[in-house]
């Protein structure tokens, strides 16, 4: 049943996941591990680091601190969630399509 379930679906289903369950880190907090490659070669600017930690925060009910945390978390957390909903429905089709010996 798992081999049936897009990879891409269970990434971002347990990226959120594992965001939502995450201790929120307040706003300037030095101190974070990251993996983004820019932050980790001492590059301070990246347009993509605080996203994950914008939705941490996002999660908590903590919209103002996610805004300042990257203001690209909340269209960033409706995307994921679209795509989401797009995998499912395909998976959905794709099983129904091989239940009736289409595929």
Known sequence: MLSRIPLELIF?????????LAKPELHGH????????????GIDWCPGC?????????????IAESIKLHWFGIPALLIIIYRIVILIKLSIKFLKYKEEGYV
């Open 12 to 20: 971002w289903i347990s990226a959120l996941v594992l965001l939502a």
């Open 50 to 62: 605080g996203i994950g930690r914008a939705l941490t925060q996002l999660f908590h009910g903590n």
């Open 30 to 41: 030095e101190h974070h591990f990251t993996l983004c490659p820019l932050a980790n070669m």
